[in-house]
């Protein structure tokens, strides 16, 4: 028990130094890119932490990760059975114009209101996951290109709903306004009771605590569950997998199922909380930021919610720049680098440790007269 | 295969009767040279991204990084077309593309990601510098703004076969016959002078790339040794083959690819860069590439297929609607066709086309938020037909390291 213990606290600094090598190079291309636009790369960082750090700034940093939270999440529930679900933007843009739609059609008390929806929007992503499941199941399709390609068509089907069928008004282009039944309270008074205050106008939504929930129940899903021992094990062996009786086709659509409903949970923290109606502005995008979160997060919703922070946290401070006159897309930029070292650094650590393995191995092979075995594994 | 796959004369007539048919029922634009060769120009810039996505899936690279490519090449094209004319914006887009491709064969060849995430992360990462260099470069010169540049100086020019189809020299035979309104004659003279008349030189190239490539890839040394690295690596390794290189050639040649559809896309389709401009063609051509089952006659095909949709539906509305009545034909014709030897392929196919019929006559039109989607359910329906008879280079998504280690 000890020595597990302490092998895991030993395993902390790796897992941490892939993370900290990404997000220094994104650092030295962010300051290289600003440089070359002609701002000063110091001054830019030193706004940006100073207005990211004012407590209003924290609390919709906090706010925004929510909704990257969940969809990194939804993604890395396939990502950890080697399942591409890039579907999540259509996922959770259509689930939430569904809930909204549902949402101002009913009269209910409060808690059953917000749980009618949530069950609404469940039940709509994993439909819509569930197109590309059955597509890869009964014919084989790459789930990457059908997911990919369900984006769009989402789009078109979310434009045609909003506009044909689920319009309030004539011009609006919106659905309904929700009853206040229907609104999420936030934890501003929770915290009060903790002896918290956040400054005037703040407000932290009510979404956190049920997404620290889902957060840790994807966590017992994983880890203690049947369902999640198969899914980690077709993804980390499929062959091994099916011979231990695994039904492959199974795995593939509860799993699409299970993302689905998870991604439709995304867009309900700024329906509930700040909206309270599907428009043509309603944000999109955040399904493509949390496959980024979940890459990010190595697929573990511990990992996944300090890299929904840090995002938030980016966008949120990016937003003084364009009053600074930095063009604030550097932000998705540090981003998309953050992104693609964080892979590489993690095959660079992965290749180092498996090659001090192998040194291990040979150490205690070689008192043995026998020519020890070529570790690793043969392609 | 069926014995009709082996007759696409055979075919290509049966298709053009039931175009023609639907074109004498409902009057709707179907095969006249305008039509066709709108076609033409929407299906380039995917018909260049699957053969991007073929280089490098040839050499067992999955590049699911192609839109990301794109986009990288549409902004450099903009910049350098602005300031130094079209066809230094030409090649400024395969280089910026190159240079994106590049990037994702370090990643993939050299440190052995994952194909499919570091196309994604480039993708995601290509947005971010295209809308980044578009607001440093851009802002601020007439016509510009943070979503789009300012236009490309000067354009790439046409080219009109002669005698056939109005080109230098005169005689304009195929407009006469399309003109004359015979059944049949004039549908048939309609899609070739399409294909001939006000061709843009950088189409020329594009079109001619894919003869191109089916000889470098399968006539020459160096396209065996590539395919060779996306067939059995270990197999080309243990002969001398250098499979790491090969990948970065296929890497760089699908990302120089793919910066030309993009460069395509702003010097051609609409004289400036404007952010989004892309739309997912890079993965319309990842799914013509798999539609032609990794060749490149049949990845060019599968292009035009979706740029006649596209293109039908761009140039009038009502005609979208005219499809569905065209796909139930064509279905019919393909139930009929393997009606013998595949019994249950057939009987689906019939259904299908019943299905189209049926919404062709109980629905008056299509609405224009779902047209937007007419190209990606396409794709859809044509992945979930074929994508079982395919077969893919072997070794595709699979990174190669000597001795396994």
């Known amino acids: ?379 | 295969m069926n014995a009709l796959t082996r007759r696409p004369a055979l075919i290509a007539l049966l298709v053009l009767l039931a175009v023609a048919g639907v074109r004498a029922l409902t009057g709707e634009a179907l095969t006249d040279s305008g039509t066709v060769g709108a076609a033409l120009r929407l299906a380039v810039p995917i018909g260049l991204a699957g053969l991007s996505g073929l280089w490098s899936e040839r050499a067992g690279v999955a590049n699911l990084g192609i839109e990301g490519m794109m986009i990288i090449g549409t902004v450099c094209g903009a910049w350098a077309g602005h300031f130094h004319g079209v066809w230094a914006g030409v090649l400024a887009g395969v280089l910026g593309g190159a240079a994106a491709g590049l990037l994702h064969a370090v990643v993939t060849v050299t440190f052995g990601v994952d194909q499919v995430v570091c196309g994604i992360a480039v993708n995601i990462l290509a947005a971010g510098v295209a809308r980044f260099l578009c607001v440093v470069v851009f802002t601020g010169l007439p016509g510009a703004g943070a979503t789009q540049s300012p236009p490309v100086t000067g354009d790439v020019g046409t080219v009109s076969v002669p005698l056939l189809a109005g080109g230098a020299g005169g005689g304009d035979l195929l407009g006469d016959l399309e003109r004359g309104g015979v059944f049949l004659l004039a549908d048939a003279a309609g899609l070739l002078r399409g294909l001939l008349h006000e061709v843009s030189w950088l189409t020329v190239a594009a079109v001619v790339l894919v003869p191109v490539s089916v000889v470098v890839l399968w006539h020459t040394a160096f396209g065996l040794r590539l395919r060779s690295a996306g067939e059995h690596p270990a197999a080309a390794d243990s002969l001398g083959v250098p499979v790491q290189r090969m990948r970065y050639c296929g890497v760089l040649i699908s990302g120089g690819l793919a910066g030309l559809a993009g460069a395509y896309l702003v010097t051609v389709s609409s004289g400036l860069y404007q952010e989004g401009q892309t739309g997912g063609r890079g993965f319309i051509g990842l799914a013509a590439m798999i539609f032609g089952n990794w060749r490149p006659a049949g990845t060019a095909g599968g292009a035009l297929l979706f740029g006649y949709a596209d293109a039908v539906q761009l140039r009038q509305a009502s005609a979208a609607h005219t499809l569905l009545l065209l796909g139930a034909m064509l279905a019919w014709t393909a139930a009929i066709a393997v009606a013998r030897r595949r019994p249950r392929l057939a009987a689906g196919a019939a259904l299908l086309g019943a299905a189209a019929f049926a919404l062709f006559q109980s629905t008056g039109s299509v609405p224009t938020q779902l047209i937007y989607a007419t190209p990606y359910l396409t794709t859809l329906l044509v992945l979930a037909t074929v994508a079982q008879r395919l077969r893919m280079p072997a070794y595709v998504g699979l990174p190669y390291r000597r001795g396994g280690a």
């Open chain 1, 1 to 379: 028990m000890m020595n597990e213990l302490a092998a895991r606290i030993r395993k902390v600094p790796h897992a941490l130094a892939a993370p900290a090598l990404a997000l220094l190079l994104a650092l030295v291309v962010a300051t290289a890119l600003l440089a070359a636009a002609g701002a000063s790369p110091g001054r830019t960082y030193v706004t940006m932490l100073e207005f990211g750090a004012r407590p209003d700034s924290l609390v919709s940093a906090v706010n925004r990760s929510v909704v990257y939270f969940l969809a990194g999440l939804a993604v890395a529930v396939t990502f950890r059975m080697n399942l591409f679900n890039i579907g999540v933007e259509g996922q959770y843009r259509l689930a939430a114009l569904l809930a909204a739609a549902a949402g101002a059609h009913l009269d209910l008390p409060a808690p059953l209101h917000v749980a009618v929806m949530c069950a609404v929007a469940m039940l709509a992503g994993a439909a819509w996951a569930a197109i590309a499941a059955l597509l890869k199941v009964w014919r084989g399709v790459s789930e990457v290109l059908s997911t990919l390609l369900l984006n769009y068509v989402a789009t078109g089907v979310v434009a045609y709903l909003l506009a044909e069928v689920f319009a309030a008004g004539s011009t609006t282009g919106s659905t309904a306004d929700l009853p206040p039944s229907a609104h999420l309270p936030d934890l501003n008074g929770l915290l009060a009771l903790a002896g918290v205050t956040l400054p005037g106008g703040a407000s932290l939504g009510g979404a956190v605590l049920g997404a620290a929930v889902l957060g840790v129940a994807v966590h017992l899903l994983l880890t203690r569950t049947l369902f999640g021992h198969d899914l980690r094990m077709s993804g980390l062996n499929a062959a091994a997998a099916r011979v231990h009786g695994v039904d492959p086709r199974r795995m593939i659509i509860v799993t699409m199922l299970v993302s689905g409903a998870i991604a439709g949970l995304a867009g309900l923290p700024h329906l509930l909380g700040t909206a309270h109606h599907f428009g043509l502005d309603f944000p999109a995008g955040a399904g493509f930021t949390g496959i980024a979160v979940a890459l990010l997060g190595r697929n573990t919703p511990l990992g996944i919610a300090p890299a929904a922070l840090l995002f938030g946290f980016l966008e949120r401070s990016a937003l003084i720049l364009d009053i600074e006159g930095v063009p604030k897309e550097i932000v998705t930029i540090m981003q998309g680098v953050i992104v693609i070292s964080v892979v590489v650094a993690h095959e660079v650590v992965r290749r180092a440790e498996r090659r001090r393995a192998a040194r291990l191995v040979r150490a205690r092979t070689e008192p043995e007269a026998a020519p020890a075995p070529a570790p690793g594994r043969v392609p």
